[in-house]
C-alpha cells in the first residue's frame, strides 16, 4: 500500500498518509488515532475490520469534511506489478438507510469480498491477547478472518448461514412452524454450514503445516491447532439433523447444532499444553506465530504477495528478543506491516518508515 486516504472516519475529517509500500511505524500518545488507521486499512477487507464495529460507528463524531460519504476510506494497492485504486465507504440511501459502497479502480464493485482477492489483511490487537481464554466466539471469528485470506467469499456463505438461521429461530419462537418454510431455511443453513466447516478445516490444514515447517523458528513457539464441536460431512447430514433439532431449539431459544458453535483449539507444541495454560507473555508468542505461519500461506498461495499486517501495540508486551525477532521475520517474509506504539524506542532495529501521529497529522521520522 502506498496511499491511504480517509474522509470523516472516526478522529480524522481528511487525512492522507503516503508511504513506499515498506512496514510503517505509527507512534504516538495514547489517542492520538493510530488505532483509527489500522481500522481504517482493515475495512478494506472483507468483513467489519478489526474493532467489529458497525458501520455506523466509524463516522467521525467532531466536524466533518463535507462530502457525499458519511466516512470513506480509499488506497493505492500495487499487487503483483499492478497497480489498484480501491475504497470502501458509508452513504446515507434514498430512504434515509444506510449503504456501504466499495470500489475497484472507480468502478463499483460487487462487495468487500472482491477487494479480499486484491489484498489480504491478517491484525493482532491488544484485546486478542485474551483470545485462548475467553469465550469460543471470539475464537470462532479469529478462525473466520483466516479463513477469510485464502478464500474471500467465506463472508457471503457466513452470512448466508445467519441469516437463514435468525429466521428458522424467529419461525420456532413465534411462528408460523410451516414445515415448508422450515425445509428451505434448514437446507439453506446445511449447504452453507457445510461450506463454512470444509473452509475452516482447510485453513486449519494448511496453517498446521506451515506451523510444522516453523517449528520453534526464531523466539515463536509452534502452535498445533483443531476444530472442536460439531461436525457434519454432508449437507444431508446437517440437514436432517437440523430437522430433528426443532423442538430442542425450540424450547432452549437457540439452534444447538451447527458450525455456529464450533471452537478452535491451539496447544503449545514443545511444552504439551494448551494456549490456554500457557502464561501471558506465551500465548501472544502462539498468536505471533500463527499470524506469521498465515501470512507464509498466503504468500504462497499467492505467488510470492504477502498480505497486510496491521499490529497494533504489538511491541508493547514482547521482550527485546521477540521483538527482534517479529521486525526480522516481517522483513524476511517481505510484508508491509503497519505497526503502532506509544514508546518509539520499542521499534529500534526495525526496517521502516517511522511516522508521529498528533492531532490528525503524520510527520515523517528519521
Known amino acids: 500500500m502506498t496511499r491511504l486516504h480517509l474522509t470523516n472516519f472516526r478522529s480524522y475529517a481528511m487525512a492522507e498518509l503516503v508511504t513506499e509500500g515498506t512496514p510503517v511505524v505509527l507512534a504516538g500518545p495514547n489517542g492520538a488515532g493510530k488505532t483509527n488507521i489500522l481500522d481504517a486499512i482493515s475495512l478494506l477487507s472483507p468483513g467489519r475490520g478489526l474493532r467489529g464495529a458497525k458501520l455506523g460507528e466509524h463516522v467521525r463524531k467532531g466536524p466533518i469534511f463535507q462530502a457525499d460519504a458519511l466516512w470513506a476510506v480509499a488506497a493505492t494497492v500495487t499487487r503483483g506489478g499492478t497497480e489498484y485504486e480501491i475504497g470502501t465507504g458509508l452513504t446515507l440511501g434514498p430512504n434515509g438507510g444506510e449503504r456501504r459502497h466499495v470500489r475497484l479502480n472507480g468502478v463499483e464493485a460487487r462487495g468487500s469480498a472482491d477487494l479480499g482477492d486484491i489484498v489480504q489483511v491478517i491484525w493482532l490487537t491488544p484485546a486478542m491477547d485474551r483470545l485462548f481464554i475467553e469465550s469460543a466466539g471470539g475464537r470462532r471469528r479469529f478462525l473466520d478472518r483466516l479463513v477469510l485470506g485464502f478464500e474471500p467469499p467465506h463472508a457471503r456463505v457466513a452470512t448466508r448461514y445467519e441469516t437463514a438461521m435468525r429466521e428458522r429461530a424467529r419461525?420456532?419462537?413465534?411462528?408460523?412452524?410451516?414445515?415448508?418454510?422450515?425445509?428451505?431455511?434448514?437446507?439453506?443453513?446445511?449447504?452453507?454450514?457445510?461450506?463454512?466447516?470444509?473452509?475452516?478445516?482447510?485453513?486449519?490444514?494448511?496453517?498446521?503445516?506451515?506451523?510444522?515447517?516453523?517449528?520453534?523458528?526464531?523466539?515463536f513457539p509452534a502452535a498445533a491447532l483443531a476444530l472442536t464441536g460439531d461436525e457434519?460431512?454432508?449437507?444431508?447430514?446437517?440437514?436432517?439433523?437440523l430437522a430433528d433439532s426443532r423442538m430442542r431449539d425450540a424450547e432452549s431459544g437457540r439452534t444447538l447444532i451447527g458450525p455456529h458453535l464450533t471452537d478452535l483449539a491451539a496447544r503449545h507444541t514443545a511444552k504439551r499444553s494448551d494456549a490456554r495454560d500457557c502464561s501471558t507473555g506465551e500465548q501472544k508468542a502462539l498468536l505471533i506465530s500463527i499470524m506469521l505461519a498465515e501470512a507464509r500461506e498466503l504468500s504462497r498461495a499467492r505467488n510470492g504477495m504477502a498480505p497486510l499486517l496491521l499490529l497494533d501495540e504489538i511491541a508493547a508486551h514482547l521482550d527485546a528478543v521477540r521483538r527482534a525477532a517479529l521486525f526480522e521475520e516481517i522483513d524476511a517474509a517481505g510484508a508491509q506491516a503497519w505497526m503502532t506504539g506509544t514508546d518509539l524506542s520499542l521499534f529500534r532495529g526495525a526496517r521502516a518508515q517511522i511516522f508521529a501521529v498528533e492531532d490528525g497529522q503524520f510527520m515523517a521520522q528519521e
Open 171 to 219: 419461525l420456532l419462537k413465534f411462528g408460523p412452524r410451516d414445515p415448508a418454510w422450515l425445509d428451505g431455511l434448514e437446507n439453506e443453513m446445511a449447504e452453507a454450514g457445510v461450506a463454512i466447516a470444509a473452509a475452516r478445516a482447510l485453513t486449519v490444514e494448511r496453517l498446521n503445516r506451515a506451523l510444522a515447517e516453523r517449528e520453534s523458528a526464531g523466539a
Open 232 to 241: 457434519f460431512a454432508s449437507v444431508e447430514a446437517l440437514r436432517e439433523a
